[in-house]
């Protein structure tokens, strides 16, 4: 199979297009002939050298793909044969063929291209399982989440829109705004031109907000933290501006905060097949129902990943970045 191999840490030209054996499905997993592959931030990193895969995942980049189901491995439903699904792989979804647990995937949702049905999986994932699972957000109640104009953050505005709560961002240019509130944000906030923290205290007549979704980290931690309402929660799953920063415990012990945080990749399958059963039951009705749909910003051919990944470095894009490998 052709697959997209990082010949070396560093920049995007490292990517290259390589052939190897397709991989077999061991015990409890299946072979998806992959047709499209999201990217996202986590494929960088892993590029650069500094997010290595977890011990036993594949090396090579991705995190989730669509396709179809051409092998199953001992113990997996036959049924599933021939099964049209995305997935949340361990890794290798930069390739023609990736073999993932057969928890890990899900029937494409009615009315979904293969290519839009790539690009659900890790935000899903990852938005469900912080914001609903963790953080326990309810109808009613106002989020907010930084960085609403990339990939994590429409998936976020869509999600928290469609479960009825009441949805806030962040982004960095007007038309990234105008994106984030045309995707259901009540206000998106061009943190260039504002203080994010002074207009949303005055748009909940300063209650503040219930549940934050962070991946900035930095000096955005004490700013959330400010910005919280009385028994808030606020999720870190990043710290693209760092880990650290100074911060003053008061208001968290005043306000009954909870501050957590997580990350997708290193759990157990049986965790993420109890999110993707939750995301089936709750989430796929409502892509059925024309409630949520990814938001495509561009695609690329698999051998054109570097340039797929100079794009997601750039911050220009809104939305998913997707490899097309086989027809889709």
């Not at 986590?42 to 991705?62: E, F, H, M, N, T």
């Amino acid at each position: 199979m052709f697959y997209v191999n990082v010949v070396e840490p560093g920049a995007p030209e490292a990517l290259k297009l390589q052939e190897k054996d397709s991989p077999t499905p061991l015990e409890g997993e299946v072979l998806i002939k992959v047709a499209a592959a999201g990217i996202n931030r986590p494929d960088v990193l892993q590029r650069k050298g500094l997010y290595p895969p977890p011990s036993g995942a594949s090396p090579i980049l991705g995190l989730e793909v669509a396709g179809e189901i051409v092998a199953e491995g001992a113990g997996v439903d036959p049924g599933l044969h021939g099964q049209k699904v995305c997935a949340l792989t361990n890794g290798g979804g930069y390739a023609e063929y990736v073999t993932v647990p057969w928890e890990q995937c899900l029937p494409v949702p009615s009315g979904l291209s293969l290519i839009e049905a790539a690009a659900l999986p890790e935000t899903c994932f990852t938005v469900w399982s912080n914001v609903f699972d963790r953080a326990g957000l309810k109808a009613g109640e106002s989020f907010l989440v930084h960085g609403g104009s990339s990939g994590i953050g429409t998936t976020a505005i869509q999600l928290a829109r469609v479960m009825g709560a009441r949805v806030f961002t962040t982004a960095g240019s007007a038309e990234k705004c105008q994106a984030c509130e045309a995707l259901g944000a009540e206000i998106a906030v061009n943190y260039r031109e504002q203080d994010f923290v002074d207009v949303l205290l005055a748009a909940t007549e300063q209650k503040g907000i219930d549940v934050i979704l962070d991946m900035v980290g930095g000096g955005y931690i004490t700013r959330n933290i400010r910005l919280a309402a009385r028994d808030g929660r606020i999720v870190n799953i990043a710290f693209l501006e760092g880990p650290k920063t100074e911060v003053d415990f008061r208001p968290v012990l005043m306000k009954r905060l909870i501050l957590t945080a997580s990350t997708l990749r290193p759990q157990p399958t049986a965790v993420k097949g109890a999110i993707a059963r939750s995301l089936q039951t709750h989430l796929w009705p409502q892509i059925a129902n024309g409630k949520f749909k990814p938001l495509i910003y561009k695609t690329f051919p698999l051998g054109e990943a570097a340039e797929a990944h100079r794009l997601m470095e750039s911050n220009t894009h809104i939305g998913k970045i997707v490899l097309v490998v086989h027809d889709a």
